[in-house]
C-alpha cells in the first residue's frame, strides 16, 4: 500500500483545513486507516482513524468536535476535516493504514503503511 498525504498549509486560528491522503496499492486489503501528528520535538500521536469498510472513527479528546475524518471508497482517498485550529495544532500530519483487524487503530504501532508528512502551521 501507497500512501500520498496532502493539504497542509499555513492558517490562522480558528480557521479550517482538509487534508487529503489517496492510497494506491492492497488497497481492497486495508482495515484501518489513521492520522496521526508530530509536533517539533514531540512524539507522534493519535489525530484521527477510520475502519475503512465500516466508517467507524476514533478521535482522542483533544480534536474530538473540531476533527472529522471521513473517507472515499470508491476513490481510495481518506479526508481529514479541521475546524477551529487552534496553535497546538501545528504538527506535520502523517496518513497510515493496515492491513489487519485485530489491532487498535488509536495505536502507532498498529500500522504497517505510512506516507510523507503535510505540515500545518496554525499562527495565533
Known sequence: VQLQASGG?????GDSLRL???????????Y?????????????????????AG???YYPDSVKGRFTISR??????????????KPDDTAAYYCAATLYAYTD???????????????VTVSS
Request: hydrophobic residues 35%.
Open 72 to 85: 472515499d471508497n470508491a476513490r481510495n482517498i481518506m479526508y481529514l476535516e479541521m475546524n477551529s485550529l
Open 55 to 57: 466508517g467507524t472513527t
Open 20 to 30: 487529503s491522503c489517496v492510497a494506491s496499492g492492497r488497497t481492497n486489503s486495508i
Open 9 to 13: 498549509g499555513l492558517v490562522r486560528a
Open 105 to 119: 487503530p488509536r495505536k502507532i504501532t498498529s500500522y504497517d503503511y505510512w506516507g510523507q508528512g503535510t505540515l
Open 32 to 52: 484501518h486507516m489513521g492520522w496521526f501528528r508530530q509536533a517539533p520535538g514531540k512524539e507522534r500521536e493519535f489525530a484521527a482513524a477510520i475502519s475503512w
